[in-house]
């Protein structure tokens, strides 16, 4: 996570250049709660200054010679916050602490009470142990893909133990990452039940479990926490080299599935658009059709009269074609007579 150029710069440079006037007060706390000690005063007023909330320290990443932990500084006037921001801090076993800058770097801190980002690496190492690292990690078979995350019984090879080499990258967002690993109970070397357990690692460095109800829990940062134990050594195999392959890979292919889901949205969402304008074409063509005969002549009523005499002379006429006519034509009678006879 980074912080804020602006934020870290203002902080950063009011600790080196302003000196005396910004120290850290181990009695202050904001609004009297102990979960919010003061790690810089900017002004005379009460409940002003620099904050850190100590409950939201989480363990970004765990190594062998280092912790780094998240948490939560807040920039206060008069008991009103006016802004927060994450800062990330790197506590080294040489007893040197980091604060991880705006450009993604990590700058040495000084060992000063007057440095407020000083005063709350020193607050963290009390917060998460800094030894909790250092913890012995014992595994099952003697087999480092099976780390033991919760110890039940004396007896050997029997606990609660994590298969590191079965975690899968399940889903990806803005704020972090979802895993699935299993989880197997065993007792004297003998598994008697294993499970699959989702874990959702968040950007800010807390950690969550997937209940039974479906929701997220979040996960307490304590010793002696099997799932605490397992989110940071989930942490721990992610962001190093042996598995980093599988995980590019895993992360690749949900990157593209979530880009073709994206298309195909979109290519539905343009099948129905063009179906929608179609629709409303033809119901444009369909109301314009009906003003059209809205606007014409009714149809007089002896029309259908008209075509029932037509259809009447045609059968008539095809009737007389099929009659025969006789005709009788008379002619004048022509009477002749003998001209000796007149004699």
């Not at 120290?23 to 000690?37: C, F, I, K, M, R």
């Not at 009390?126 to 913890?135: A, D, I, L």
């Not at 129905?272 to 629709?279: I, M, Q, S």
């Amino acid at each position: 996570m980074k912080i804020n150029h602006v934020f870290y710069s203002s902080c950063l440079a009011a600790a080196l250049t302003i000196g005396g006037m910004l120290h850290a007060s181990a009695a202050s706390y904001l609004w009297g709660n102990t979960n919010y000690p003061m790690i810089g005063t900017t002004a005379d007023m009460p409940d002003t200054g620099l904050y850190l909330d100590i409950n939201s320290a989480a363990v970004k990443e765990d190594t062998d010679d280092r912790v780094d932990v998240a948490a939560i500084i807040l920039n206060v006037v008069q008991g009103q916050v006016s802004e927060k921001k994450v800062v990330r801090f790197r506590l080294a076993d040489n007893q040197k602490n980091y604060v991880l800058d705006s450009r993604d770097h990590w700058m040495i801190l000084p060992d000063s009470e007057d440095n407020p980002f000083s005063q709350a690496a020193v607050l963290l190492r009390q917060k998460v142990g800094h030894s909790t690292h250092k913890q012995t990690v014992t595994y099952l078979w003697n087999n480092t893909n099976y780390p033991m995350i919760s110890d039940t019984s004396d007896l050997q090879d029997t606990g609660v133990y994590m298969d590191i080499n079965s975690a899968t990258v399940k889903e990806i967002s803005d704020d972090g990452i979802s895993v699935a690993v299993i989880i197997l109970n065993v007792v004297e070397g003998q598994v008697q039940e294993q499970k699959v357990v989702s874990f959702r690692l968040a950007e800010d460095g807390n950690n969550f479990v997937l209940g039974s109800s479906g929701k997220w829990q979040a996960i307490p940062h304590k010793e002696g926490q099997p799932y605490d134990l397992a989110a940071r050594l989930l942490r721990k195999d992610i962001g190093g080299e042996e598995h980093r392959a599988k995980y590019e890979k895993e992360v690749d292919q949900i990157l593209y599935e979530q880009q073709q889901e994206v298309q195909k949205t979109e290519d539905d969402n343009m099948v129905d658009k063009r179906v929608e304008e179609a629709e409303a074409a033809q119901k444009v063509a369909e109301n314009k059709d009906a003003d059209n005969q809205a606007g014409q002549p009714a149809v007089e009523k002896g029309t259908d009269s008209d075509s029932g005499d037509s259809a009447a002379g045609g059968t008539q006429q095809k009737k007389d074609d099929d009659t025969i006519k006789v005709e009788i034509e008379s002619k004048p009678i022509v009477e002749i007579t003998s001209s000796s006879s007149n004699q």
